[in-house]
């Protein structure tokens, strides 16, 4: 069962994400940005489609309310944001819920016949905080991220505008 009784998060996949971040920052006030890498080492379990993937993403994020915005640019072949661009093209990627544990969420919707798409754990700064895109597209018209926050996060990149 997927308990969506609030969506935490709005995410899109860019082809560029500095552009991007400066775009919504100067069109529509949305900011600050704080940008990060994922990829191992920071994100040390990552798996896409059953098996076990690296894939590399630059994202930022940008709180709107309690809302969080996510843009995310691919920086791999193999991964669904790759795939998105490549027969969407940019766009609104999926939307994020925050839950208590990742594994008891993907757990639950095993039981309804939901796979995961792509996951990633261990993005924490003590190693804690994991995700996981639910397979929701047939069955939604869209993707469900679950998203454990880590107690803390490292520090990010670059944040936009400084």
């Known amino acids: 069962m997927l308990a969506m009784r609030t969506i935490n998060q709005v995410a899109l ?4 994400l500095d552009e991007a971040v ?6 529509c006030g949305i900011g600050p940005w704080r940008i990060y890498t994922y990829q191992p080492p920071l994100v040390k379990d990552m798996t896409y489609r059953g098996r076990r993937h690296d894939y590399r993403m630059r994202l930022a994020l940008a709180q709107m309310g309690d809302m969080m915005l996510e843009l995310i640019q691919s920086l791999s072949d193999e991964n669904i944001y790759t795939e998105h661009l490549r ?9 994020g819920i925050v839950v208590p544990s990742v594994e008891e969420a993907v757990a639950g919707a095993a039981v309804a ?5 792509q996951s990633g754990r261990g993005y ?9 895109y639910m397979d ?22 670059a944040v936009y505008p400084r």
Do not use: C, N
């Open 113 to 117: 016949g939901i796979q995961v798409l």
């Open 124 to 132: 924490g700064l003590r190693g804690d905080g994991a995700y996981a």
């Open 13 to 16: 996949v860019v082809e560029d």
């Open 87 to 95: 027969e969407k093209g940019p766009g609104l990627h999926h939307v």
């Open 22 to 27: 400066r775009r919504y920052w100067k069109l």
């Open 136 to 157: 929701t597209q047939s069955l939604l018209g869209m993707i469900v991220e679950f998203i454990e926050f880590p107690k803390e996060r490292v520090p990010p990149e």
